[in-house]
T-cell receptor, first 115, second 113 residues
Framework: NAGVTQTPKFRILKIGQSMTLQCTQD?????MYWYRQDPGMGLKLIYY???????DKGEVPNGYNVSRSTTEDFPLRLELAAPSQTSVYFC??????????????FGSGTQLSVL | KQEVTQIPAALSVPEGENLVLNCSFT??????LQWFRQDPGKGLTSLLL?????REQTSGRLNASLDKSSGRSTLYIAASQPGDSATYLC????????????FGEGTQLTVNP
């Protein structure tokens, strides 16, 4: 199984540029998440989705947008990139919370630098 | 607001030693707690998930305990190996936070041969 696949693995953006981070999962998970991890820090939730067509903000949503048109895909859009968005971005998925097996499965991350 | 703290930030031990990693949280009204492993340049791998009604979970050489009332969890690693070297993070899901997890900053473990 591929699990959670993120592309690209690395990207350098100039200030003000836009880009979309792609995430797809093949485990038929309803729940999907986007986190960012800054050096030496824990993960911060950007956005999450509990199913196709449903998204909600996390702790740090400003400067980002998401969509969830299918169960498998959950792209993260950065508009007008800023240096503060330099980080490692992780996509994750899980079965619905409250079920017996709600462990999160993570992609391998996208390292983004905004210069 | 839930805060999760992991101490120490880094730990170095000789191979074969038994060790304990600590995780504390400020709001005891949690639904569950997960321990993750993160290898350099990789995503996180869920190791153990403990529901609030449970006291511990075991997987191989790993044992995680949960004391909800005191706001603490420990991850015990028996007979450590160099392959255990990684960063270990804990994350809690509060009863009122829906799907949101609050992560600690992690403990970077090095097991020396």
């Amino acid at each position: 199984n591929a699990g959670v696949t993120q592309t690209p693995k690395f990207r350098i953006l100039k200030i003000g540029q836009s880009m979309t981070l792609q995430c797809t999962q093949d485990m038929n998970h309803n729940y999907m998440y986007w986190y960012r991890q800054d050096p030496g820090m824990g993960l911060k939730l950007i956005y999450y989705s509990v199913g196709a067509g449903i998204t909600d903000k996390g702790e740090v949503p400003n400067g980002y947008n998401v969509s969830r048109s299918t169960t498998e895909d959950f792209p993260l859009r950065l508009e007008l990139a800023a240096p503060s968005q330099t980080s490692v971005y992780f996509c994750a998925s899980s079965y619905p919370t409250g079920t017996e097996n709600e462990k999160l499965f993570f992609g391998s991350g996208t390292q983004l630098s905004v210069l | 607001k839930q805060e999760v703290t992991q101490i120490p930030a880094a730990l170095s031990v000789p191979e074969g030693e038994n060790l304990v990693l600590n995780c504390s949280f400020t709001d005891s009204a949690i639904y569950n707690l997960q321990w993750f492993r993160q290898d350099p340049g990789k995503g996180l791998t869920s190791l153990l998930l403990i529901q609030s009604s449970q006291r511990e979970q075991t997987s191989g050489r790993l044992n995680a305990s949960l004391d909800k009332s005191s706001g603490r969890s420990t991850l015990y690693i028996a007979a450590s190996q160099p392959g255990d070297s990684a960063t270990y993070l804990c994350a809690v899901r509060r009863e009122t936070s829906g799907s949101r997890l609050t992560f600690g900053e992690g403990t970077q473990l090095t097991v020396n041969p």
